[in-house]
């Protein structure tokens, strides 16, 4: 057994072990703060499955904003304690019984690959060098798998207007109360002043080089998002009303040039979602750029939760 | 067994145990993230599966890779509905369950502790 | 000069993961916050700062060792704060558990 | 670009499938930005639109035979992604753009954004979900690849549970969390399945897989896993826990919208999977226990709604016992020569069952939500009299009863009688035992309902509110399809099976 070897099977317990103990934790809280620990830890997982695209997602949007939303409800329901009845010991043992055997049944599919094991990457590297792309991953997102990254897009913004609806009928136009309230305090507003401007600089990088490197819109804008939630948070920034025209228009222009796009290609080119030739790289960099900013914002408000007061009280 | 079949493993057991989680934990919250454990389970194995696929000079098939991003960011989505759905119904009731029937005014008949 | 790279690289990081496997007991023994706060932060701190110490001269160039030297002061600066913040909150509330 | 050439004569015809998926992500998108009641307005432009395109889709591929295909980006599977219309989609489509239509115009009464303000909460959020469930069906219908189909799956589910807990009482905030986390477990479910399958053939599209595909234990896992999480969503006996306290409780056109068609997404991928991408792998084991669950469905669905004291949970349970109708078309369907399931009129029976459920169901939603507009409540001990005050809303319930119980010329008498003659045909008469005790149950809910809405009141039956005419004539519109939609029997052709690999 080589060290290396040794030291991924370590992970893979270690990545085991914080999540059943989030499970089993007695606290709602330490809890989380596990599954935020667990999340990074599995960032380095994706670094070894070759996947730095992934780990820069999971690390961002896995870990990140997932964690902070569930710590903010942590805190907020801490008071609530837990009044509800247990499972009975039986139940508890039939279902880790059930629990065991599905676990089981999908390691011994994963175990057993076919002897033939199909991969697609030859395929697209074959594919990728008319769209000017260097990240293959980039290629399967923008241009083979455009379809899904539009729909996926719209499902984020669904998702942004369920949580909206979820607002009183008087708060509907009003500003999010942010979730993780914190005191105003010197030290966060210095963190708030100091941090963004590096923090951009990133967010930008990330979309930029994503064409070619590992990154790209969704890590970019989730560190966007993130910037832009400190600043809120250290009350430096409004948070801005829902029905505020710059905040709807950012919230869509991703998926509306990605959709123009796409549907030019009806025209230009020779199908939907088609790019034209010798124009897909730059096409491609105009959608990243829109859906970064667009996915700023989405996981931004995500994050603020529904509106809770008026604009003008 | 290599190391990628090791964190195949890896990904499945998360799966049974954020099951398990998901179904015995009555707490709401505790059942999001252990839906959150189940959706990294599955993304795990996904990524076996890419990495099983590396050729053409990469390291791990990029379509698998490039569906675990969509993946990740679907399930970020659920969370944020559900944590603020439940944030909702603890502000509407001052409680936060699901088994018990809860009525429209905070005081509803039943007085279970 | 090359050995004595890989010595220095091997010493410091070797020292740096002393500092996170200290930091680490100290975050899982110490009694309160505040002193598991004290523990974490040493960690943080140096630990980091030994390891991006020592990997430095394993850098490809220059623009690399500059990504990875501002790693640490990121570390460094959102360590600090949050840690005082953690304290602030502390002192606010009363020490707790 | 691949096989450029080739593909010219699949593009051509296949660009209304885009524009069934596009157009209503388009309108979701502008309504956002434009806001107020321009999102109603847009809508309201669109549900025509997308009617006319869903037509066209049905008329093109009933007129032409054969199935109409699209390939996004111009990247054939593997790689990229392709949208098929076959006879199975078109009918869906064509059943969405029904009762979204009449849903449309239903809802125009109860989400009204008032004059003094410039965007509301419920009109706005509603009119964008509508939009949002209707591309997320379509692309149900057409998706030929798993993972687009898991994405559709869950903008499905996005569209809808905001729509449960559109009222933001406290029970339907507990019922829309509940379902939220039965229906991204189901997905998660459905996603296992889709990992193990790429694993094993590197494939997601659906025709590919069907011509790949072995029956070797990770294809058995992940036909079991992706089943199981299928059935979550689609709420079949004993996993509906979830749907009686969410349909009940959202609003009106909401429930309509869940009932009718929510519940038929992950139902129609089920058929997609077992029907096209692994017809030989369940087994007659496997059927025969789809087959069980949805007997259990009808009798524990039928027996429940008979004892509701409110309507809308009635109506809600009906929909538990009549989703199990729609699996006992994988026994029936079931070829026991060449152990893997046909499309024959079993199948048929299935999708008109499908179709009428949908019509029926939007439509007695709907004059439920009337009902209890009209009295204030929906208890059924206090509907007495109803009848003579709002004769054409308890006329529509009474129709969509009609096709639940499975009355001739109805659609449900026809997908009722295709399922019980295939089932005296494969001798499988316990099947058929089933639908006639479920026949009976139902009818036995309708007549108490029906009976005190016909009884006279002894004092005047005072209405909280008057109901629009062309609410109750939607609803009524809604029902007459399903009625009038077992005449499909004198056709001479099957729309149903154009495409299918037995058909030709």
């Known amino acids: 057994m080589t060290t290396s070897l040794a030291l991924d099977i370590g992970l893979a317990g270690l990545i085991f072990a914080i999540g059943t103990w989030t499970v089993f934790a007695r606290d709602s809280l330490a809890a989380v703060i596990g599954f935020v620990g667990y999340g990074l830890l599995l960032a380095i997982i994706w670094v070894r499955l070759s996947a730095p695209d992934v780990a820069l997602t999971e690390a961002a949007i896995g870990s990140g904003m997932t964690g902070m939303l569930l710590l903010g409800a942590a805190a907020r329901l801490r008071p609530a304690g837990n009044q509800s009845t247990r499972t009975s010991l039986g139940g508890r043992f039939a279902i880790g019984v059930l629990c065991g055997m599905i676990s089981a049944g999908l390691a011994i599919a994963i175990l057993f690959p076919p002897e033939s094991i199909p991969s697609l990457a030859p395929t697209v590297m074959q594919n990728l060098a008319p769209s000017g792309l ?109 029905d505020g025209f710059w905040l709807r228009f950012l919230l869509v222009i991703g998926p509306v040039i990605f959709l123009a796009i796409g549907l030019a290609g009806f025209v230009l080119a020779d199908a939907f979602l088609a790019y034209p030739a010798g124009y897909a790289k730059p096409l491609i960099v105009a959608v990243e750029v829109a859906l970064t900013l667009s996915i700023a914002v989405t996981l931004g408000m995500l994050g603020a939760g529904p509106p809770e007061r008026s604009r003008h009280s | 067994m290599n190391a990628a079949a090791w964190f195949g493993v890896c990904g499945a057991a998360l799966v049974g145990i954020g099951l398990y989680g998901l179904v015995i934990n009555p707490d709401p919250l505790r059942k999001i993230l252990a839906f959150n454990l189940v959706g990294s389970g599955v993304f795990l194995m996904f990524g076996v599966v890419a990495k099983r696929g590396a050729a053409a000079g990469l390291g791990g098939d990029p379509v698998p890779q490039a569906l675990v991003i969509t993946a990740i960011v679907v399930a970020f989505a659920a969370t944020a509905m559900a944590v603020a759905l439940l944030l909702r119904l603890f502000e509407a009731t001052g409680e936060a369950n699901l088994d018990s029937s809860v009525s429209g005014d905070a005081k509803g008949g039943d007085a279970r502790c | 000069m090359n050995i004595l790279l890989n010595v220095f690289t091997v010493l410091a990081v070797v020292a740096g993961a002393f500092f996170f496997l200290a930091g680490t007991v100290g975050l899982l023994r110490f009694p309160d916050t505040l002193t598991r706060l004290h523990a974490i932060t040493k960690a943080d701190n140096l630990g980091l700062g030994l390891i991006i110490l020592g990997l430095l001269p394993l850098t490809s160039g220059p623009i690399q060792a500059l990504k990875m030297i501002s790693v640490w002061l990121l570390v460094q600066l959102s360590g600090a704060i949050v840690t005082q913040l953690i304290a602030r909150a502390v002192r606010l509330r009363g020490l707790q558990e | 670009m691949l096989n450029a050439a080739g593909l010219a004569d699949v593009t051509t015809g296949g660009a209304a499938l885009v524009l069934s998926i596009v157009l209503p992500v388009a309108g979701i998108v502008l309504s956002l930005v434009l806001g107020g009641r321009r999102a109603e307005r847009i809508a309201l432009v669109l549900l025509p639109i997308g009617f006319a395109i869903a037509s066209a889709i049905f008329v093109q591929v009933a007129r032409g035979g054969h199935s109409l295909a699209y390939i996004v980006g111009g990247w054939a599977p593997p790689l990229g992604i392709v949208l098929r219309a076959d006879g199975l989609s078109a009918t869906m489509m064509m059943m969405t753009a ?196 949805g007997a259990a469905a009808i009798l524990f669905g039928n027996v429940l709604a008979l004892r509701q004291q409110r309507l809308k949970l009635l109506v809600a349970y009906s929909t538990v016992a009549q989703i199990g109708y729609l699996f006992l078309m994988f026994p029936l369907a079931f070829n026991t020569a060449s152990s893997a399931l046909e499309s024959g009129n079993a199948l048929t029976a299935g999708i008109l069952q499908a179709v009428s459920h949908a019509t029926a169901k939007g439509a007695m939603f709907m004059s439920a939500g009337l009902m209890y507009a009209a009295l204030g409540h929906d208890r059924i001990a206090g509907i007495t009299g109803v009848g003579r005050r709002l004769p054409m809303t308890v006329f529509a319930f009474a129709l969509g009863g009609v096709s639940l119980i499975g009355l001739p010329p109805s659609g449900g008498f026809l997908a009722k009688w295709l399922l019980l003659d295939a089932a005296v045909g494969s001798g499988q008469w316990w099947w058929a035992a089933t639908m006639l005790a479920g026949g009976l149950l139902t009818s036995g809910y309708m007549f108490l309902v029906l009976s005190r809405a016909m009884t006279p009141a002894l004092d005047p039956v005072k209405l909280h509110a008057t109901i629009p005419q062309y609410q109750q004539a939607a609803a009524l519109a809604l029902a007459l399809c399903s009625l009038l939609l077992g005449l499909v029997a004198f056709s001479s052709f099957d729309v149903v099976q154009i495409g299918r690999p037995t058909a030709a």
């Open chain 1, 134 to 242: 260097g990240n293959p991953v980039a290629g399967v997102l923008f241009v083979f798998r455009a379809l899904d990254t539009l729909l996926e897009k719209v499902v984020l913004i669904l998702a942004l207007l369920g949580v909206w609806s979820l607002a009183t009928d008087r708060a509907w136009g009003g500003v999010p109360g942010l979730r993780i309230y914190l005191e105003p305090s010197n030290t966060l507003t210095f963190l708030a002043q100091l941090l963004p401007p590096v923090g951009i600089v990133v967010g930008v990088y990330m979309c930029w080089v994503g064409a070619n490197v590992p990154g790209g819109a969704f890590q970019g804008g989730t560190v966007l998002a993130a910037m832009w939630l400190l600043v809120m948070i250290a009350g430096l920034r409004n948070v801005p009303p829902i």
């Open chain 4, 98 to 293: 029904v009762v979204i239509c009449a849903i449309g115009v239903f809802a125009v009464a109860d989400f009204r954004t008032s004059k003094d303000v410039f965007e509301a909460r419920a009109p706005f959020a509603f009119w964008i979900l509508l939009l949002a469930i209707w591309s997320a069906m379509n692309i149900i219908f057409v998706g030929g690849d798993l993972f687009t189909l898991y994405v559709a799956l869950e903008l499905l589910t996005f569209a809808a549970v905001p729509l449960v807990s559109l009222d933001g009482r406290a029970e339907t905030l507990q019922a829309a969390l509940r379902y939220l986390l039965f229906a991204i477990l189901g997905a998660v479910f459905y996603l296992v399945g889709a990992v193990l399958l790429y694993g094993s053939y590197g494939t997601l599209d659906i025709a590919m897989l069907s011509e790949r595909v072995r029956a070797d234990p990770a294809t058995i896992a992940a036909a079991a896993l992706m089943t199981a999480g299928l059935l979550a969503k689609t709420a079949l006996f004993p996993l509906h826990l979830w749907l009686p306290p969410a349909h009940a409780g959202a609003p009106a056109a909401a429930s309509a919208m869940l009932s009718a068609l929510v519940v038929k997404g992950s139902f129609f991928l089920l058929v997609r999977l077992w029907f096209d991408v692994m017809p030989g792998i369940p087994g007659a084991a496997g059927t025969q226990v789809l087959g069980a669950f």
